[in-house]
């Protein structure tokens, strides 16, 4: 059974870095896609990455693409976020996914599996 608990969110100032990380306790994270998503208060949940399950394949919504990477450790059944340059704007609960699509998808629809989210809150 996958069980993901994401871990790393934390209060810093405008340009810093964080790096999420995500457990599977199941350690059967090998076999799935994982992404990671966001959401703002009184917004809606939105994509922000993704990878394959071999680590090969990334995918990026736009507004992070070149601040932020997503990597895998599979013998370590774990994910992460890697965000660098963090703006206000990024400031959300951020969760992780697993799905068993072969693709890194974006849509959150094909996503079985969901954490219990992490607090990033990004001042100026």
């Known amino acids: 059974q996958v069980q993901l608990v994401e871990s790393g969110g934390g209060l810093v100032q405008a340009g810093d870095s964080l790096r999420l990380s995500c457990v599977d306790s199941?350690?059967?994270?090998?076999?799935?896609?994982m992404g990671w998503f966001r959401q703002a208060p009184w917004r809606k949940r939105e994509f922000v990455a993704s990878?394959?399950?071999?680590?090969?394949?990334?995918h990026y919504v736009d507004s992070v693409r070149g601040r932020f990477t997503t990597s895998r450790d599979n013998a370590k059944n774990t994910v992460y976020l890697q965000m660098n340059s963090l703006e206000p704007e990024d400031t959300a609960i951020y969760y992780c996914?697993?799905?068993?699509?072969?693709?890194?998808?974006?849509?959150?629809?094909?996503?079985?599996?969901w954490g219990q989210g992490t607090l990033v809150t990004v001042s100026s």
């Open positions: 199941g350690r059967t994270l090998s076999s799935y896609t």
């Open positions: 990878i394959d399950r071999s680590g090969g394949h990334t």
């Open positions: 996914a697993a799905s068993s699509s072969v693709l890194p998808t974006p849509n959150d629809a094909i996503y079985d599996y």
